[in-house]
């Protein structure tokens, strides 16, 4: 059996879940996990490739439970599933609109087929021993994410690659690191994923020894205590609490609603922050505000009359995508007009 949580009395079970595995036969297992998640009424993303899955979804709590027998147990996957990193948790409202499973070259692109954690990968490291390994004079530790992600908080003495994708990453190590010289090189990411493909990659790369954190740091931020914690910052979160903190309790970032950059509580003192229309990060680009502006114009609009959105923080995010294209088309009419 797949490993399961107590129940909780919530309607809702998310399954986040990823794992290298050899899946040579990932287009046809696409149609009946599809079919599986879709008959239960399970919706969420999950991403096959050749190299794993790579996703999360969200169902009644009987579904997922049957949903993580099929990956594990009874599916046509076999036992090429069992060890994957998975975490659960719980909601009072739907996360998700629709299912998707969608086949793709890679479940996170780096664009190295000489990576291959199937094959080869650096040595996890559990949260509770990552603190003593990080502190050592002789470790390089290098945060494998995006500038972005780095930008609201990291670990001591992490070194921020300054990526903005993660295919970037092979430059940096290329530009940087020297198996000759950086003996060992210590990494992490938010949830494992990344930086255990980034270890592979290390490897093949002639670093001889080469560590990541267990679990991400979600894991680290969940497993040790506050005053113990070398994470200064809060960790960015890809879903509706945009950050969190020690224990995993919500932060205090938000999203700009016209560039998606995260947003600190000084950005957001910003004599350039307009709530739902720019930030300090996208003030310059024009193109975005004047959708950005009427989709804050609409949803200010709703508030005053009293109008509900769709009942979930996904349903809005949708409606705000959709008034956002509108707003877009119809500045667009207006150009042309004018000319």
């Given at each position: 059996?797949?490993?399961?949580?107590?129940?909780?009395?919530?309607?809702?079970?998310?399954?986040?879940?990823?794992?290298?595995?050899?899946?040579?036969?990932?287009?046809?297992?696409?149609?009946?996990?599809?079919?599986?998640?879709?008959?239960?009424?399970?919706?969420?993303?999950?991403?096959?490739?050749?190299?794993?899955?790579?996703?999360?979804?969200?169902?009644?709590?009987?579904?997922?439970?049957?949903?993580?027998?099929?990956?594990?147990?009874?599916?046509?996957?076999?036992?090429?599933?069992?060890?994957?990193?998975?975490?659960?948790?719980?909601?009072?409202?739907?996360?998700?609109?629709?299912?998707?499973?969608?086949?793709?070259?890679?479940?996170?692109?780096?664009?190295?087929?000489?990576?291959?954690?199937?094959?080869?990968?650096?040595?996890?490291?559990?949260?509770?021993?990552?603190?003593?390994?990080?502190?050592?004079?002789?470790?390089?530790?290098?945060?494998?994410?995006?500038?972005?992600?780095?930008?609201?908080?990291?670990?001591?003495?992490?070194?921020?690659?300054?990526?903005?994708?993660?295919?970037?990453f092979k430059d940096y190590v290329a530009q940087n690191l020297d198996p000759q010289r950086d003996k060992k090189v210590a990494m992490f990411c938010t949830g494992g994923i990344r930086c255990e493909k980034a270890s592979s990659y290390l490897l093949s790369q002639g670093f001889e020894e080469v560590f990541h954190l267990k679990g991400g740091i979600l894991k680290y931020l969940e497993t040790v205590p506050a005053e113990e914690s070398r994470f200064n910052g809060e960790c960015f979160v890809f879903d509706e609490r945009v950050s969190v903190g020690h224990g995993l309790e919500l932060g205090t970032a938000t999203l700009c609603r016209a560039c998606r950059h995260p947003l600190t509580p000084a950005d957001r003192a910003s004599p350039d922050y307009a709530e739902g229309v720019s930030c300090p990060h996208c003030v310059g680009e024009t193109d975005k505000h004047a959708a950005a502006a009427e989709r804050q114009k609409q949803m200010e609009l709703g508030r005053k009359k009293g109008v509900a959105h769709l009942g979930d923080e996904a349903a809005r995010i949708a409606a705000e995508r959709k008034a956002a294209k509108r707003a877009q088309a119809e500045a667009s009419r207006e150009r042309n007009k004018a000319d």
């Open positions: 059996m797949a490993p399961t949580l107590p129940q909780h009395n919530h309607p809702y079970k998310l399954m986040a879940i990823y794992k290298f595995a050899q899946l040579p036969d990932a287009e046809a297992l696409k149609s009946p996990l599809a079919e599986f998640c879709c008959g239960r009424d399970i919706k969420g993303t999950l991403i096959l490739a050749p190299e794993g899955i790579n996703g999360t979804v969200a169902g009644s709590p009987e579904a997922i439970d049957a949903l993580a027998d099929y990956l594990f147990v009874t599916g046509p996957f076999d036992d090429r599933l069992v060890g994957a990193e998975v975490k659960y948790s719980f909601a009072e409202t739907a996360p998700f609109l629709r299912m998707k499973v969608r086949l793709k070259p890679e479940i996170v692109t780096l664009r190295a087929p000489e990576a291959n954690p199937s094959k080869q990968v650096g040595t996890y490291v559990e949260p509770e021993n990552w603190n003593a390994l990080i502190e050592r004079n002789d470790v390089v530790l290098v945060d494998t994410r995006n500038d972005y992600e780095v930008g609201l908080g990291t670990f001591q003495r992490a070194i921020d690659p300054a990526t903005q994708s993660f295919v970037e």
